[in-house]
């Protein structure tokens, strides 16, 4: 599903975010990515959603490399790859619902189509309730759900998450790491980059852990390490 | 294109008009004001260019017969006149004609002609006007070597710096025209690229969710159009009718003066101004959407 060979990415000011990464990660996988701040687990995930391309190696998602694709393509590649960050990145100005089925308009479904499909996932997420609240109106943990609710209403082959429980309380964070379980569990492969010691050693998942933009371990059912 | 998208992104287009209600006012309003004022120095050069056709179609020349030419003689210059390539138009003005109105400005109580001793000295003329102004100097230069000319005049000096005080009207009507539209090109684009620049966020998550780039730009452009069409029908609205205005003032007053009252080429001009600013803000937005596109 997700190949990358021998992947350095070097930033135009000189920082040096991946070196020489490896990986391989199979349909239906729940993995975790740990390692310190400046680790290089943003870097990873911007790779493959193709926000950004490896100076040099491969990035290949579902048998294509993503430094080939045209922008119409990259359009596609992300229609089959949810996100989530740590920040939500919510649109302000639009209620739940609506955030929800601005996915789904970009691509162009019918009014019918999103008046069915958006109430299920909001009811999948437990939203069902906050559908016409305003982002300000939630807490974090709703507004994540929210966020989590417009990455996998296209039903995406891949979902990735950026911190996605960084700000977040303790309980709150365990709530949607379920979520993020429960959606995997659905067949969605699943890469989650996180700080968060004490959930990756409760999983028990595979970890693949960055220092200094190298790969340092990839265990298959791995805790935090140290 | 679905139907359901087209009207989600006219949609989108209209609710990002109302929702960004300030920047909305400020785009239009400052299409409507660059719209103003290019088209009031517009229709000012257009109008100097009036006045100084108007001035330049005036220039003739007069030519002078040999007082003592036979009827015959004037006729056949006048043929040659008439044939000669560049005149416009010709005029005769017979002696005793010349006399009369050569009296009239002595006064009606004088008989000029008893003053003189009953002979007539003034010669034959013709009034003489060119096609071309620029060219009435080579044709009068033609026109005195001609058989039973005796001398021609035209204003010679005179009608050339006339000619080069009319060439810097226009040429300062020209720029002044060309130097607006680019301060309203600038003033129109920045505007814009703020409005852009204040929803970057909401294009880089259409990105995240595999929006294309048209789909973003779509809602972007038809919001350029909508508030471009606005701002530069206000313009042309309020120009038309202070236009109207001045110009019956002036047609009361100052009648001599020639101005523009051709209502369709009036239109003509308006229409485009008004073309001009919805092109500028479809266009404008569309591009500097382009900057956020690349994520």
Redesign the interface.
Known sequence: MIHLYNVTKEYPNGVVALKNVTVNINKGEFVFLVGPSGAGKSTFIRLI?R?ELPTSGQVIIAGKSIARLR??KV?????NIG?VFQDF???P?RTVFENVA??M???????REIDQRVPEVLHLVGLTSKAGNYPYQLSGGEQQRTAIA?AIV?NPKILVADEPTGNLDPETSWEIMHLLYEINKRGTTLIVATHDQKIVDAMKRRVIALDRGRLVRDDQEGGYGL | MKLTTVKFLIGQALVSIKRNGMMSLASTGTVAISMFVLGTFLLLALNANLVADTIESNVEIAVLLDADATPEEINSTYEDIVALDGVLEVTHIPKEEALDRLSRQFGEEHDLLQALGGVNPLPDSFIVKVENPRMVGEVAEVLSRFNYVDKVRYGKGLVEKLFSILDWVRWLGTAVVVLLSLAAVFLIAITIRLTVFARREEITIMKYVGATNWFIRWPFFLEGLFLGTLGSLLATAALYYSYSYLVGYVAASISFIPLITDREFLLQVLLCLLAGGAVLGAVGSAISVRRFLKV
């Open positions: 959603f926000e922008p119409s359009a596609v590649l992300r229609r996100v990145r919510l649109l100005d601005f996915a308009r970009v691509l162009q479904y019918s009014q417009r296209n």
